[in-house]
């Protein structure tokens, strides 16, 4: 299967600072990206949909202007948590479709935890 | 109508038996069904997915089956080892998105 790889796997940062989250498709070009939040023993939970070239499309509910997503490039999605306070201490996980002539898969990042202090 | 309904929310199974998980969704333009494997703390692994038009999918111990008239689909694991025990995820995709709708997942837990 495809590769996506998410860096730093885990952070930790004060309150009132801010995160950058990197999303790379390593081996497949992705047009979109998405990124999902995930609480202890809880299911996925979208965020937003990153699209090369144009504005992510966020889900209702969340904070555009909190989490600024970037997708510089076809293979690069940038989640930046602003402003980060203990209550955004998360699971945070991204992935990307990988379309075929007759398939269609979507592969998702190890994910990165992030702790506000 | 975005809804897939997973059951049961956990399971615990003995080595070499069979576990089942089972999905139920509302819309019919779901066209897409994937099943996740999930470690603590690791992101979700695509296992298996299927398309409306099969019944039946296999790849080595995983089998999803499909009943499109009774809009639900189900992930069987044979022969279950410790190793398998993770959180699994069912979803589905809307046709014409990428947007995938999650189930709650299910916790499976295989005794040695």
């Known amino acids: 299967g495809a590769v996506v790889s998410q860096h730093p796997s885990w952070v930790i940062c004060k309150s009132g600072t801010s995160v950058k989250i990197e999303c790379r498709s390593l081996d497949f070009q992705a047009t979109t990206m998405f990124w999902y939040r995930q609480f202890p023993k809880q299911s996925l939970m979208l965020m937003a949909t990153s699209n090369e070239g144009s504005k992510a499309t966020y889900e209702q509910g969340v904070e555009k202007d909190k989490f600024l997503i970037n997708h510089a490039s076809l293979t690069l999605s940038t989640l930046t948590v602003t402003s980060a306070h203990p209550e955004d201490s998360s699971f945070y996980i991204c992935?990307?479709?990988?379309?075929?002539?007759?398939?269609?898969?979507?592969?998702f990042g190890p994910g990165t935890r992030l702790t506000v202090t | 109508q975005q809804q897939v309904k997973q059951s049961p929310q956990s399971l615990i199974v003995q080595k070499g038996g069979i576990s089942i998980i089972n999905c139920a969704y509302e819309?019919?333009?779901?066209?897409?069904f994937p099943w996740y494997q999930q470690f603590p703390g690791k992101g979700p692994a695509l296992l298996i997915a299927?398309?409306?038009?099969?019944s039946e999918k296999k790849e080595g111990r995983f089998t999803i089956s499909f009943n499109k008239s009774a809009k639900q689909f189900s992930l069987h694991i044979m022969d279950s080892q410790p190793g398998d025990s993770a959180t699994y995820f069912c979803?589905?995709?809307?046709?014409?998105?990428?947007?995938?709708?999650f189930g709650k997942g299910m916790k499976l837990t295989v005794n040695p």
């Open positions: 992935s990307a479709p990988l379309q075929g002539a007759l398939s269609y898969e979507q592969y």
């Open positions: 819309n019919t333009a779901f066209d897409y």
């Open positions: 979803a589905a995709r809307m046709g014409g998105s990428e947007k995938l709708v």
């Open positions: 299927i398309r409306p038009d099969v």
